[in-house]
């Protein structure tokens, strides 16, 4: 991506990288004027978002992924107030940026989908669509199904702003827990060692299904890897998790594109 090597050549070791490769000190000079005025030119998007969230994580994926500059706003997940004061509602993702739209009475664009939509058609980012693949759902459906019991009661555990006061535990617990049987995050607890062993059955048969380096498809970077990756990044926050090489590497390497950090390290038992 350009933003990346921009960054790259700009970086005080780029002089000495642009004369291994073969790069004149005029050529050298010539590539920062022009990345200089990149960055000039790119807009700086701002987006607004929770560390944990998946919605807002696609997002990151689909900026990161292209090398997209952009800047995180992130909210405790019990503020009342700051969300709101972007499109008078408690929901994020919100993107703001130069050339953003966005309804009458928010000041930036809510919703994954729209906003991944939005980046697709100004950057005509080759971003394949959803094909559909039964196989993928299937999986998915079963995963989101361990995912559910074993990440409600770590994600609250871990020191991200998200959770960083009481209010914003509380919130997603009461949240969560509507409609629940009483002590409903404590029952999920003592599904661990079920819920655990199938989960990592789950993601031995998730990696056949992945088809490129850096994608489910072999075509490419796409909707499915938009859609799966936040899922897949999440559960590093629950101890006991076995990542299979193919699976652990298509995590890792699109989580630092999209500049995500793994909870790994701070895993909760």
């Known amino acids: 991506p350009i933003a990346s090597l921009s960054n790259l050549i700009m970086d005080k070791g780029g002089l000495k990288l642009a004369l291994a490769a073969g790069v004149s000190i005029v050529g050298y000079k010539f590539l920062t004027t022009v990345f200089k005025w990149y960055e000039k030119k790119s807009p700086k998007f ?21 090398g997209i500059p952009f800047e995180k706003v992130i909210y405790g997940y019990g503020d009342m107030k700051g969300p709101v004061k972007l499109t008078g509602k408690k929901v994020l993702p919100v993107l703001q940026g130069k050339g953003v739209p966005y309804p009458d009475g928010m000041t930036g664009l809510p919703e994954s989908l729209d906003i991944v939509q939005y980046l697709t058609a100004k950057f005509d980012l ?9 196989a993928v759902k299937a999986w998915s459906a079963e995963y989101l199904k361990c995912y559910k019991v074993l990440t409600p009661p770590r994600l609250i555990k871990l020191k991200i702003k998200d959770y960083e006061n009481e209010e914003d535990v ?5 949240k ?15 599904m661990t060692e079920e819920k655990l062993k199938e989960v990592n059955a789950l993601l ?11 994608s489910i498809s072999k075509f490419g970077f796409g ?3 938009i859609k799966l ?7 590093t926050c ?3 998790v076995v990542f299979p090489p193919k699976v652990k590497e298509y995590i890792e390497k699109n989580c630092a594109l999209a500049t995500t950090q793994l909870y790994e390290g701070v895993e909760i038992e």
């Not at 509380?170 to 009461?174: G, H, K």
């Not at 990756?229 to 559960?235: G, S, V």
């Open 46 to 66: 701002v987006l607004h978002m929770y560390d944990h969230c998946p919605f807002c994580q696609r997002v990151e994926h689909a900026l990161g992924h292209y």
């Open 126 to 134: 080759p971003i394949l669509c959803d094909s559909g693949n039964s």
């Open 170 to 174: 509380a919130y997603s617990i009461n």
């Open 176 to 190: 969560y827990s509507k409609g629940q049987p009483p002590n409903y995050y404590e029952s999920l607890t003592k």
């Open 204 to 214: 031995g048969k998730l990696e056949p299904l992945i088809k490129g380096d850096l």
């Open 223 to 225: 909707m499915e890897d």
């Open 229 to 235: 990756l936040p899922f897949l990044r999440n559960i």
């Open 238 to 240: 629950v101890k006991g």
